[in-house]
């Protein structure tokens, strides 16, 4: 079992700070990939920020130079930390990892989802 658990959605105003986390437990062999999607209203499921397995940290256009993607490899937690955002960032955010179990496969797990509204 792999179980992603994600805190710290919520309302913020325009131009405020939001921090998301997911933490990532269970049956963990390794993460090979791990970060943020999201969905508006009416819209397909976006990347907002992700790391893969080398370590690269890939942002969406849109959010680069305001969101901050970090992680935290022995909590096997990552964060998003969300400055100066705009309403059209309201959404559901999705964390995603791609984790290698002890059965030797990889498969990709999602969490819950939680709702981000920008508004003033």
């Known amino acids: 079992q792999v179980q992603l658990v994600e805190s710290g959605g919520g309302s913020v105003q325009p131009g405020g700070s939001l921090r998301l986390s997911c933490a990532a437990s269970?049956?963990?062999?390794?993460?090979?990939?791990m970060g943020w999607y999201r969905q508006a209203p009416g819209k397909q499921r976006e990347l907002v920020a992700d790391?893969?397995?080398?370590?690269?940290?890939n942002y969406a256009n849109s959010v680069r130079g305001r969101f901050t993607f970090s992680s935290d490899n022995a909590k096997n937690t990552v964060y998003l930390q969300m400055n100066s955002p705009k309403p059209e960032d309201t959404a559901v955010y999705y964390c995603?990892?791609?984790?290698?179990?002890?059965?030797?496969?990889?498969?990709?797990?999602w969490g819950q989802g939680t709702q981000v509204t920008v508004s003033s």
């Open positions: 790391i893969n397995s080398d370590g690269r940290v």
């Open positions: 995603y990892a791609n984790i290698r179990r002890s059965t030797g496969y990889t498969s990709t797990y």
């Open positions: 269970g049956d963990i062999v390794s993460i090979n990939g």
